[in-house]
């Protein structure tokens, strides 16, 4: 069985017009086959709103995307009603460049950057899509927790924690400045832990404040659009981190921005495809002014 703009197997064989998207799904890169796989694999059970996907595969070779695994979650998603894109997009310029191409390759109203190492548990993007809306934040997220982890509780590190009352509001956000230890709330199991602690049920939706959040994360378009988006890759060096937590804070600080619980992506704990990051681009993105300027 099926539900909302999912279509079910007894309707594979009848061609239809897929609904517009509200959601298109962004999904950088490189060198990954299996992981791309289960990442798909996760928005075929999601039922709504209808959404699309960008796939922009980095490999030399166009490898990850041409891989038979990938190629079957590719057509299961076409038959569900879920427009696929796959792009072979190289040279390499970095992560903000290839972030920035998926923005341009967007047309729905909402973008969800999702990493290709991330599985999506049912109902996670109807839960996300929700919380934007409803909150009037600039963007919501579901950070991915390490599976691993469940039996590694750690209550200094979920310390932190503080949901938001009311509505989403924004916040200036920089390396050392106050709330820049949220960033560990989203280290390990701890969301799993907290969801625990709240005593939270499927179908409660907790907003938190954040640091920034990585891997699954859903914009208002227009918004990050207005923000400049990650037009500052121009400026950058090819080889970076750190362009997803610079663009959240350009958005965070006009929109405010939310983590979401409970979150049900899961990371695939795999051997990162960047292990060299010697700049954090929102160190350079908001350096503080030169005084001699």
């Not at 590190?157 to 009311?166: I, L, Y």
């Amino acid at each position: 069985m099926s539900g909302g703009s999912r279509r079910g197997s007894a309707r594979w064989g009848r061609p239809a017009e897929p609904p517009a998207p509200e959601i298109d799904v962004l999904i950088p890169t490189v060198g990954r086959v299996a992981e791309l796989a289960v990442t798909l694999a996760g928005l075929a059970a999601q039922d709504d709103p209808p959404f699309g996907v960008v796939v922009s595969d980095q490999s030399d070779d166009f490898s990850s995307a041409r891989a038979p695994a990938v190629q079957a979650m590719v057509r299961v998603l076409a038959a569900q009603g879920r427009p696929v894109r796959l792009e072979h997009h190289v040279p390499r310029r970095g992560m903000a460049e290839q972030r920035q191409f998926l923005l341009d390759a967007a047309r729905a109203p909402a973008v969800l950057f999702l990493d290709d190492d991330v599985w999506l548990e049912p109902g996670q993007l109807a839960r996300l899509h929700g919380a934007l809306w409803a909150s009037g934040a600039g963007f919501v997220g579901a950070a991915p927790q390490g599976l691993s982890y469940l039996a590694d509780a750690r209550p200094h590190e979920r310390a932190s924690f503080e949901p938001w009352r009311g509505a989403v509001h924004p916040e200036t956000m920089r390396r050392g400045a106050v709330g820049f230890d949220r960033l560990s709330l989203h280290n390990a199991a701890n969301l799993a832990h907290l969801a625990a602690d709240l005593d939270l049920d499927d179908e409660d939706v907790v907003l938190y404040r954040i640091a920034w959040l990585g891997g699954c994360v859903l914009y208002d378009t227009a918004r990050l659009r207005e923000a400049g988006g990650f037009d500052f890759w121009r400026d950058a060096p090819p080889v970076h981190s750190g362009e997803d937590v610079a663009a959240e804070w350009r958005v965070m600080e006009r929109w405010g921005g939310a983590g979401v619980l409970p979150s049900g992506a899961v990371h695939l704990e795999a051997p990162t495809t960047i292990p060299h990051r010697p700049v954090d681009l929102f160190d350079v993105v908001f350096a503080p002014a030169d005084p001699e300027g």
